[in-house]
């Protein structure tokens, strides 16, 4: 998991002990995510971290790391519906991630005053 977070999502690292692990997306950030573990894997059902979100602050930002994760050859699942674009990914544990950017709302399309939503591929090519 470690180097998943760190290597891959490059997040960095800002506490690591034998019993865990916690990231920020840059040095002076709060804290967002930390693993704890005892080194032991369970046998048994356990409830806990199913699905994160992780918003980019713009383009580019996400396609530096989708990019990489299409490099590596790391499994992504990708959706637009009009105004963002997200790209679905698994830890090693299976915890779901969605990695996205959202469009500026002068963008976004409305009926009355609920947005538009109609999922379509991301077009990857003009994303990069």
């Known amino acids: 998991m470690r180097l998943f977070y760190r290597d891959i999502l490059s997040l960095i690292e800002m506490q690591a002990s034998p019993r865990g692990y916690s990231y920020t997306f840059t040095n002076p950030d709060t804290l967002f995510l930390t693993l704890n573990f005892d080194g032991h894997k369970t046998n ?6 199913y ?29 637009d519906p009009n105004f963002n674009e997200a790209f679905y ?26 947005v ?10 003009t994303l990069l």
């Open 44 to 49: 048994k059902s356990q409830s806990g971290l």
């Open 51 to 79: 699905h994160f979100a992780l918003l980019f602050p713009d383009a580019a930002s996400l396609a530096n790391l989708i990019e990489r994760l299409i490099l590596i050859d790391y499994p992504l699942g990708a959706g």
């Open 89 to 114: 990914l698994n830890d090693p544990n299976g915890n779901s991630i969605e990695l996205y950017h959202d469009r500026p709302e002068v963008v976004w399309e409305w009926d009355n005053s609920f």
């Open 116 to 125: 538009k939503i109609n999922t379509k591929d991301v077009i990857v090519q």
